[in-house]
């Protein structure tokens, strides 16, 4: 477990380094409110940047809460490689539209809860794509 909320200097880098030594391990991750995490840093989780990085696939819980620096491109990378992930956060990601949430609808089949409150981007194809996997 790894909560880091509202740490505002946290990176790339030290996530890169954060996943390189925990992830075998890691299971849950609360990034809410750090303003620096954005697309690579799920990069970096789901082991979809580096060479041969191996992905955090224990990953179970994550909270991405007002990290206003996440894109689509970031949940397609965690739909790859986590695909235990049963519990997201993703409120206030408002750069979040309806690619990433189908990609993460496809690749984490586990899910249980989703939110996704203030994702004004969301459509019909994140809700048709979530409806599959009730």
Known sequence: TVR??????VGNAGM???TAACYESLTYLDLSNCS?????????????????????????????????GLE???????????????????TGCTRV?????V???KGCTKLKVCTF????LLGDPSLRALGKRC
């Open 97 to 101: 539209g309806d690619p990433g949430i």
């Open 103 to 105: 990609a993460v609808a």
């Open 4 to 9: 880091m909320g509202d740490c505002h200097a």
């Open 36 to 68: 620096r995490v954005d697309s690579d840093t799920l990069g970096w989780v789901a082991g979809a940047l580096g060479h041969a990085r191996p992905p955090c696939r224990k990953l179970v819980t994550l909270n991405m809460n007002g990290c206003e």
């Open 117 to 120: 409150r203030g994702l004004t």
């Open 16 to 18: 890169r380094d954060l």
């Open 72 to 90: 689509d491109k970031g949940l397609v990378y965690l739909a790859s490689g986590c695909h235990r992930l049963q519990f997201l956060n993703l």
